[in-house]
């Protein structure tokens, strides 16, 4: 195959460097492997979770430089360079929940589980905003994410708890967490 063939094609490869989850990692990468795929495949981060593969869900979503990005929109050598992080990164003891984690499970913020992973990722980025939101500025924030089960309430009062908590402040039974 001459070279334009394999571009065309995507056998094409190139070596890519980027921080995931606060570790660097180096690969070679086929120039149409999405950002999805290769956080799976090639780093088994199975939480980035593939729904429409076409940008329409949400649930691909990580923080890409600390924002949320849609991977399966993004192409692997596009984070040649950057940060990403995935719900993995969240607790360094897989053991133990990190108080977002743990807002979402009291809450009971999931039920399939499908968006979760983005769903906790989106919180995070919300609540490290500084900016205390109102329930309906959490759902105007999490509305790119498509849950098919929980009607949205519960994920609301889930990053409402996990902002509190991280903010320190306590509920009616003297706990981390509540609603604001």
């Known amino acids: 195959m001459t070279t334009s063939t394999a571009a065309k094609y995507g056998i094409a490869r190139r070596t890519v460097t980027m921080r995931v989850n606060g570790r660097d990692v180096t690969r070679e990468v086929s120039t149409r492997t999405t950002l999805a795929d290769f956080l799976r495949d090639e780093l088994d981060l199975v939480s980035v979770h593939l729904g429409c593969e076409h940008g329409e869900c949400g649930c691909c979503n990580v923080l890409f430089d600390g924002h949320s990005v849609r991977s399966c929109l993004m192409l692997a050598v596009q984070g040649d360079g950057h940060a990403v992080e995935t719900v993995e990164s969240l607790s360094v003891d897989p053991t133990e929940l990190h108080p977002i984690q743990e807002s979402f499970a009291e809450e009971q913020g999931l039920q399939c589980g499908f968006c979760t992973p983005a769903m906790v990722l ?24 498509l849950c098919r089960c929980t009607g949205y309430q519960n ?10 908590r991280l903010r320190g ?9 509540g609603r604001s």
């Open 122 to 145: 989106r919180t995070k980025e919300i609540i490290e905003t500084g900016h205390e939101m109102t329930d309906a500025e959490v759902r105007h924030e999490i509305s790119g994410i």
């Open 155 to 164: 994920i609301v009062n889930a990053v409402q708890s996990a902002g509190a």
């Open 169 to 177: 402040e306590a509920t009616a039974d003297g706990a981390g967490g």
